[in-house]
């Protein structure tokens, strides 16, 4: 049987290490998946992505050490435009751009001056609940339909 700790890849586990997580095999294979693939993983998607390296993990280790990952801040969990939780191995403050057709998302930055984009009212009765925020965060979502969709989408038109 394979050790707990076999972590052969001493970039995935040094960030580990440096967020003071153990470096255990299941960590090392999580971090590892979502790093290399720029992907933002569902727990399902990955759970399946696992197994198909032939690295399985059981469901509830996954998802015990998806926890402990983004507890200590070395993933973020997010909710996607979909409603569905993911996860993003990208810690860095970034922007998403969502494929509304097959679910794609692309890690992006947001161009112009997002520093200034202030909340406004949709309704004017609300705009008096606006006044006196101070606001602390800022983030923008892209959405749309990626090439590969589009060519399929006008292939079947
Ligand atoms: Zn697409
Ligand atoms: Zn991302």
Redesign the pocket.
């Known amino acids: 049987m394979k050790t707990d700790m076999s972590c052969n890849d001493d970039r995935i586990r040094e960030r580990l290490v440096a967020h003071g997580l153990r470096p255990t095999r299941a960590r090392c294979r999580i971090l590892a998946l979502l790093s290399a693939r720029r992907e ?1 993983f569902t727990p399902e998607a990955m759970y399946d992505a696992l197994r198909a390296e032939g690295t399985p993990i059981s469901i509830a280790t996954l998802y015990q050490n998806l926890a402990k990952l983004s507890e200590a801040g070395v993933i973020r969990r997010f909710v996607g435009p979909d409603g569905v939780n993911r996860y ?1 191995a ?1 810690t860095e403050p ?1 922007h ?1 751009l969502f494929c509304e057709v097959c679910g794609r ?1 692309v ?1 992006v930055l947001a161009k112009g001056p997002l520093s200034s984009v202030v909340p406004e009212a949709v309704f004017p009765e609300d705009r008096s609940d606006l006044a006196g925020w101070k606001i602390k965060g800022r983030k923008v979502e892209f959405t749309g339909v990626c090439p590969a969709c589009q060519a399929r989408l006008a292939r079947s038109a």
């Open positions: 933002h993003d990208v970034h998403h998302m890690d």
